[in-house]
């Protein structure tokens, strides 16, 4: 579930290791490039923690959720 911190939707992945986590963040890399909107990214091995925001509103926007929801339809697709 994505939760709302700091004018940011932030939400964490875990993975059975590093190279499904890195696998996951390719995908992500492309639906944020279709989206031209682009998630603050952190990796430790098998955990990814994404945050979006709208970085030029300082707030959160319809583009944001989108992306969430994009990126929450990459594990439903497997």
Not at 4 to 17: G, H, I, R, V, Y
Not at 57 to 77: M, P, V
């Amino acid at each position: 579930m994505w939760i709302e911190k700091a004018n940011k939707l932030e939400k964490e992945f875990k993975f059975d290791d590093f190279k499904d986590a890195f696998a996951f963040l390719v995908q992500v890399a492309l639906v944020a490039e279709k989206f031209n909107h682009h998630p603050e990214i952190y990796n430790v091995y098998n955990r990814v923690v994404l945050k979006i925001t709208t970085h030029d509103q300082k707030k959160l926007t319809s583009k944001d959720f989108e992306l969430a929801q994009a990126i929450d339809g990459l594990l439903t697709k497997k």
